[in-house]
T-cell receptor
Framework: LAKTTQPISMDSYEGQEVNITCSHN???????ITWYQQFPSQGPRFIIQ???TKVTNEVASLFIPADRKSSTLSLPRVSLSDTAVYYC?????????????FGTGTSLTVIP | DTAVSQTPKYLVTQMGNDKSIKCEQN?????MYWYKQDSKKFLKIMFS???????INETVPNRFSPKSPDKAHLNLHINSLELGDSAVYFC??????????????FGPGTRLTVL
């Protein structure tokens, strides 16, 4: 089965821009790419969703290249409260039909 | 008001027992989900369900079964619990009947420990 893959962890200083990439080589044609944030002992929380090109909301941007085989979550000027695990969620096409997978998660630590 | 709630928050039980975890959403959503998060923080989709369709992840053992008494509830029943079932289980819900396409709202999780 094709998987979604992400870096296991990243560190960043406060105030910097952070880019987290998710690889999803077998993304289904009609499926969106969604990113979630999870703090310890809490359920994941929606951040942003997109299909292609670029999407921006009040907390993040999502960049998706034309082939859609990867996506990059961009967090501008991170603060200590952005320390969390970030997951991408995509659909995956295979011979047995579509399945949906969360990425392996990227643990972001923001350093003062 | 809590949007998606789960009970209990913690569940400790012996191997071989049967247990249930309850989930309720007050968002009026049409689709609900169950997820398992293991000790390595991997999030695995177990089920998605609306009033028309149950989608089961084929890797989920048939000891696990979702039960939906109405649109606002999706309970998770687990039979013959095993050590490997120890994990945090999350319930979630979303608008519409197309699973995974819309923003999901997650509950706080239920930490299951099987001894």
């Amino acid at each position: 089965l094709a998987k979604t893959t992400q870096p296991i962890s990243m560190d960043s200083y406060e105030g910097q821009e952070v880019n987290i990439t998710c690889s999803h080589n077998n993304i289904a044609t009609n499926d969106y790419i969604t990113w979630y944030q999870q703090f310890p002992s809490q359920g994941p929380r929606f951040i942003i969703q997109g299909y292609k090109t670029k999407v921006t909301n009040e907390v993040a941007s999502l960049f998706i290249p034309a082939d859609r085989k990867s996506s990059t979550l961009s967090l501008p000027r991170v603060s200590l409260s952005d320390t969390a695990v970030y997951y991408c969620l995509v659909g995956d096409s295979s011979d047995t039909g579509n399945q949906f997978y969360f990425g392996t998660g990227t643990s972001l630590t923001v350093i003062p | 008001d809590t949007a998606v709630s789960q009970t209990p928050k913690y569940l400790v039980t012996q191997m071989g027992n049967d247990k249930s975890i309850k989930c309720e959403q007050n968002l009026g959503h049409d689709t609900m989900y169950w997820y398992k998060q293991d000790s390595k923080k991997f999030l695995k989709i177990m089920f998605s369900y609306n009033n028309k369709e149950l989608i089961i992840n084929e890797t989920v053992p048939n000891r696990f079964s979702p039960k939906s008494p109405d649109k606002a509830h999706l309970n998770l029943h687990i039979n013959s619990l095993e050590l490997g079932d120890s994990a945090v289980y999350f319930c979630a819900s979303s608008q519409g009947t197309a699973p995974f396409y819309n923003e999901q709202f997650f509950g706080p999780g239920t930490r299951l420990t099987v001894l």
